[in-house]
């Protein structure tokens, strides 16, 4: 590609169609000749490469450890209980939200359900 308006582009060479026909099936014969001996070989070129990563790997040190993670998702998901619980009691059932979470006002809920008077 010229990079400037005074030079010239490169030309291309142009082939004929049996020229380029004759290299593209040399190819070919030479790609299947490759595959034919280079199967075993590739497998175990894959076998070192593998071997190799394995041995060259770092062990991964977690910041974060997994047991404090299942510890903050707990922890995260029963204060969200709790503020839904206080939402629907208070806000759309009209009720104080501080009573969601006592004792009394649950037992009450399971008596109704269980109609029990």
Known sequence: ???????KPVEKKIRSKKQSADQEKELTQQRENEKSTDKSTRKEQKKKQKI????????RRRIFPIWAR????????AA???AGLMVGYGIIGEGNPSDALEME???HI???VSKRE
């Open 1 to 7: 590609m010229p990079t400037k308006l005074t030079e």
């Open 105 to 107: 006002t649950w037992q």
């Open 52 to 59: 190799e990563k394995r041995q060259n790997k770092k062990p």
């Open 110 to 112: 399971i008596d109704i």
């Open 80 to 82: 969200a209980l709790a």
């Open 70 to 77: 299942i510890i903050v998702v707990l922890v995260i998901g």
